[in-house]
């Protein structure tokens, strides 16, 4: 059985950095897509940041780059979401996904091109 398990949310003041992590188990995932979500109160699930199988190619939304860098060691079947210069707007809870492939272009950006989800972990930026 898949399992996605995300581990360092927290609280942190606008301007901190967070470093989130999310192990995969059950499978092996050196050869998917990777990906971050995240759901901020009374909103839409959103597309963060994804990164190719080779972790060389990476992706971002407009409102995080620069900011967020995502990265990931197949060795360890993990995929890591560093995010700097936190704001109060990237409150949210923050998921990782698998594809069951890699993946490119427009279909990283979409929640069903990932198959598999973690349960997420909370992220709150104060002011």
């Known amino acids: 059985q898949v399992q996605l398990v995300e581990s360092g949310g927290g609280l942190v003041q606008a301007g901190g950095s967070l470093r989130l992590s999310c192990e995969a188990s059950?499978?092996?995932?050196?050869?998917?897509?990777l990906g971050w979500f995240r759901q901020g109160p009374g909103k839409e699930r959103e597309f963060v940041a994804a990164?190719?199988?080779?972790?060389?190619?990476?992706y971002y939304a407009d409102s995080v780059r620069g900011r967020f860098i995502i990265s990931r060691d197949n060795a360890k079947n993990t995929v890591y979401l560093q995010m700097n210069s936190l704001k109060p707007e990237d409150t949210a809870v923050y998921c990782c996904?698998?594809?069951?492939?890699?993946?490119?272009?427009?279909?990283?950006?979409?929640?069903?091109?990932?198959?598999?989800w973690g349960q997420g972990t909370q992220v709150t930026v104060s002011s």
């Open positions: 996904a698998a594809a069951r492939m890699d993946s490119s272009g427009r279909y990283v950006y979409f929640k069903s091109s990932y198959a598999y």
């Open positions: 059950g499978g092996t995932f050196s050869h998917a897509l």
């Open positions: 990164i190719r199988s080779s972790g060389v190619n990476t």
